[in-house]
């Protein structure tokens, strides 16, 4: 206790020496650079302004399309660029503060309508898609939005978590269901490549875990994408991270010290010399989860402590006649023991297990170069060379009941490296027709071996045994013909071939865009989507006959999913919108057991690692369908508001032909979040509160057989009553306090997120306990709080 209080003292002792001082007015440069939307030319002499200034601060962009900006105050600034022959813009409530300059992209499209002039009015939205071709179920986000709402804890994961459709696993994980769909489905991407699970403490074929690696201080405008995705993404059945890191400030270094939740983290950013603007960015986090345990905090994995520390980098190489260079790079690595030997009997920790020790080591790493060259004006092509390695290993010993000694019980080591080449091409025809085209070869290689203790013959048999290489190959061409001011098309076809075993697949995509007015927008869009299993699906050994191996799920087809989306948006003002899409999927081709079961891949994600599960055939079926409804008021004004509601069904049907509920299938979910703002005494003193409330359905689960549990002194489930029993449904809330201080050339910011604000208990999971012959009920987390301390100069 006097740990916390004396933690307390010094977050007060600090606001009070921050306060206590002059209340000058601080000032900060805004720089950036405006584009065309779909060629990425600059555009030289569009008009930039902040606007409500007096006298108005306002410029022109150089030949290169840039622009900066002196002297605008701290707080919060809205600017206007228009440009003769373009839809005008407007940037809301950019956040100004002392301690970093505010460098942006802004991106303009082309007007149909010719008009002598250009009249500027409120418009523009964050949270459009960057993505042009994405026509439904998409939204754009950015690095203020993950950091804000409650409960996100910086993380792109959790923050999404908020939006229609998605709802949450579990609290200690950033996995996120969408419309029902497994997390195995979702496609993470970065700087334009497919890289594997960005989580510390993920398992191969898992794409969640407790702690997100990617930094959001890192983060530029990004894509979120739930259904009916662009030609320009493959292999995924159930939605799209497009993830960009923004560039470092080319004209003065700048550097980030923080501490909170995801670990203590250094950043340094600035120029690298030369008259083309070259930077760099880099940041490096470390676990702060043992102070945490010191001071009285849980992490919420009992007595195991989580040790983890990653990277991210990016170096952005602008040349005069070579086109643009970029490297980025992000990684880490983290392990964890969950030692059941050291868990109280009569109760279950959230991770441990306890008739189990458990040690998890996970690794992840990716490297990119990006060359982009522009062949003229419309026109510009990117080649990327990427490599990445992911890793997760594990070892489980059994612990004896009578006197808890361990055994060996399974051994786990999985890796998997992929070097990739990939080459897109985009070109703008004119005005109305733009089209892009690309192809992208993924070289893997795989070490994966896996095995379980015999203890009848004193020996491990292996479930894996398998290392070599394979190859995925993917293209894809997408055309965008806007038939005029209000009405427009994207087509497109996405190919993908798998090597290993020759399967192949073509996808057709649509999508269609209508604006009825300034007010009604209404669209529809149609794809269909495969995806390869989880690489160590494919090589899980069956005993045949004379003892002989056999990968009985080597040729397992692609799994199949057509989307059909069709959505209406309604905008109140130029801050608040109303958005609804009523959504089909229709899932085929999905793993089944040869044999009648209940079992199906589709259900893979539901626990920490995937199933052992052998003699699979494409068999299996599945659909989603559901309505989304969303309401928000983008930032203005000094609040924010964002409220949805989420209706859903989601089923599946086994090798035994009965359809059941997924295990993801928790019917509804809505979502509240509401924050405010204030200025103390002017704009170099903020003070801001965001709340949260979820209400949730609970998800679908097989319930424990106990008299056979009894009999055979493990967990036996009923198979055949698989996912028939609902979890009591799920409540939380969450409320963020931020308090952020300007000084000359450096900012200040405190926050507390305080999660499950109430100490509700939500049902996380049923398990057997063998000492007490008994079911046990495990909890997610309770109240939570979280504090954090930001510094930028």
Do not use: C
Not at 354 to 361: A, D, E
């Amino acid at each position: 206790m006097r740990q916390k209080t004396l933690l307390l003292l010094i977050l007060l002792g600090l606001s009070h020496w921050a306060t206590a001082q002059d209340n000058p007015s601080y000032t900060q440069t805004v720089r950036g650079t405006v584009l065309d939307l779909v060629s990425q030319s600059p555009l030289p002499g569009a008009s930039v302004r902040i606007m409500g200034t007096d006298p108005l601060i306002g410029t022109a962009t150089d030949l290169e399309g840039r622009f900066t900006l002196t002297a605008v105050p701290a707080g919060r600034a809205s600017i206007q660029v228009s440009y003769l022959g373009y839809e005008p813009s407007t940037l809301r409530e950019i956040p100004i503060t002392s301690g970093k300059e505010v460098v942006l992209t802004i991106q303009l499209e082309e007007s149909l309508e010719q008009m002598e002039t250009v009249v500027v009015q409120a418009g523009g939205d964050s949270r459009q898609a960057q993505n042009e071709m994405a026509t439904v179920s998409a939204r754009g986000f950015d690095m203020e939005a993950t950091q804000r709402f409650a409960g996100s804890r910086n993380d792109p994961a959790r923050m999404a978590q908020n939006f229609a459709g998605v709802s949450g696993a579990n609290d200690s994980r950033n996995d996120i269901v969408i419309r029902g769909n497994s997390p195995t489905g979702v496609l993470w991407r970065l700087e334009g490549v497919d890289i594997p699970n960005p989580n510390h403490f993920g398992a191969m074929g898992t794409t969640g875990g407790p702690v997100s690696i990617l930094n959001s201080n890192l983060l530029d405008k990004s894509d979120f994408i739930t259904g009916a995705f662009p030609a320009a993404y493959g292999n995924a059945t159930a939605g799209v991270f497009d993830l960009n890191l923004r560039k470092g400030n080319a004209y003065r270094r700048e550097h980030l010290v923080q501490m909170g939740f995801n670990g203590l983290e250094l950043g340094t950013e600035g120029p690298l010399g030369g008259a083309n603007g070259a930077s760099y960015l880099l940041n490096y986090r470390y676990s702060t989860f043992a102070l945490m345990q010191e001071i009285g905090f849980s992490a919420g994995t009992g007595a195991a402590v989580p040790y983890y520390q990653d990277f991210s980098l990016k170096l952005d190489l602008p040349t005069r006649s070579w086109g643009r260079f970029s490297v980025f790079a992000i990684g880490g690595k983290s392990n964890i023991d969950l030692l059941g030997s050291e868990t109280d009997s009569s109760a279950t920790d959230l991770y441990s297990e306890l008739t189990q020790n458990i040690y998890n080591r996970a690794k992840m790493g990716v490297v990119g170069l990006t060359h982009r060259q522009y062949y003229d004006t419309q026109t510009y092509g990117v080649v990327t060379l990427s490599a990445d390695h992911s890793f997760s290993g594990n070892r489980v010993d059994s612990l004896s009941l009578e006197n808890r000694e361990p055994s060996p019980l399974f051994r786990n080591h999985f890796g998997l490296n992929k070097f990739r080449a990939q080459y897109e091409l985009y070109r703008k025809v004119d005005s109305r027709n733009n089209f892009r085209a690309g192809m992208n070869y993924d070289h893997l290689q795989f070490n994966l071996r896996d095995s379980l203790y015999q203890a009848a013959e004193d020996r491990f048999r292996d479930l894996r045994n398998a290392s070599g290489s394979s190859g995925l190959f993917q293209s894809h061409l997408q055309w965008q013909h806007r038939l005029d001011q209000r009405l427009s098309a994207n087509i497109g076809l996405h190919y993908q071939y798998f090597v290993l075993n020759d399967a192949r697949q073509l996808e057709p995509r649509f999508g269609l865009s209508f604006e009825q007015n300034d007010r009604n927008t209404f669209s529809f869009g149609y794809g269909l989507h495969s995806q390869l299993q989880p690489i160590p699906t494919y090589f899980l050994e069956s005993e045949g006959p004379n003892e002989q191996s056999l990968q009985t799920n080597k040729g397992l087809d692609f799994s199949k999913s057509h989307h059909l989306v069709a959505g209406f948006r309604h905008q109140f003002s130029p801050d608040v919108h109303l958005k609804s899409e009523i959504y089909y999927q229709h899932v085929y081709d999905v793993p089944v057991e040869t044999a009648p079961s209940s079992f199906s891949l589709l259900n893979a994600g539901a626990d920490f690692g995937l199933p052992n599960v052998d003699s699979l055939t494409n068999r299996g079926r599945g659909r989603n369908y559901g309505l989304e409804l969303t309401l928000e008021k983008q930032f203005s004004a000094g609040s924010y508001f964002l409220a949805t509601a989420s209706l859903f069904d989601s089923r599946y049907r086994g090798s035994d032909a009965v359809w059941r509920n997924t295990a993801f299938n928790s019917r509804y979910v809505v979502n509240g979040l509401f924050g405010k703002e204030w200025e103390i005494g002017g704009p170099n003193r903020t003070f801001a509160l965001d709340i949260k409330l979820t209400y949730a359905g609970g998800q679908y689960r097989t319930p424990i057989d106990l008299e056979r549990s009894i009999l055979e002194n493990q967990a036996v489930f009923q198979e055949d009553r698989a996912f028939s029993v609902k979890n009591p449904d799920y409540f939380r809330t969450d409320l963020k306090a931020v308090y952020r201080v300007n000084k000359k050339n450096l900012t200040h910011e405190w926050s507390l997120d305080i999660q499950n604000l109430t100490n509700h208990q939500n049902l996380f999971r049923q398990t057997y306990n063998p000492i007490s012959q008994s079911i046990v009920n495990s909890y997610q987390l309770g109240i939570f709080p979280i504090p954090q301390y930001r510094l930028t100069f």
